[in-house]
C-alpha cells in the first residue's frame, strides 16, 4: 500500500488541524494505521494508531484528549483531528500501515510538516 499525507501547514498555539493519509491499493482495510512525527533533533515517535475496523484507538499520552485518529475504509483514508495544537506538536507527521511485524515494517507515507507557533 502506498500512502499520501497531507493537511499539514502553519498555525497558532491553541488551533486546530486534521491530517489526512489517503492510500492507494486494494489492502488499505486489513492494516492498522499509525501516526507517527519528528521533530527537529528528535526521533521518530508514536502519536495514534487505529485498529483496521476501527474499533481500537491508541494514543500517545502527549496527544492524548487533544487528538482523535479516524480512518474511512470506503474511501482509504485515515484521518488525525488535531485539536488545542501545542508549540511542542511541531513536527513532520508520518502516516504508515502496520508491516507484518510491526509499524517498521509497514508502508510509511512522505509525511507532512506540522508548524505551531506560539
Known amino acids: 500500500v502506498q500512502l499520501q499525507a497531507s493537511g499539514g501547514g502553519l498555525v497558532q498555539a491553541g488551533d486546530s488541524l486534521r491530517l489526512s493519509c489517503a492510500a492507494s491499493g486494494r489492502t488499505f482495510s486489513r492494516h492498522a494505521m499509525g501516526w507517527f512525527r519528528q521533530a527537529p533533533g528528535k526521533e521518530r515517535e508514536f502519536v495514534a494508531a487505529?485498529?483496521?475496523?476501527?474499533?481500537?484507538?491508541y494514543y500517545a499520552d502527549s496527544v492524548k484528549g487533544r487528538f482523535t485518529i479516524s480512518r474511512d475504509n470506503a474511501k482509504n483514508t485515515v484521518y488525525l483531528q488535531m485539536n488545542s495544537l501545542k508549540p511542542e506538536d511541531t513536527a513532520v507527521y508520518y502516516c504508515?500501515?502496520?508491516?507484518?511485524?510491526?509499524w517498521g515494517t509497514g508502508s510509511w507515507g512522505q509525511g507532512t510538516l506540522v508548524t505551531v507557533s506560539s
Open positions: 504508515v500501515a502496520e508491516g507484518p511485524t510491526g
Open positions: 487505529i485498529s483496521w475496523s476501527g474499533g481500537s484507538t
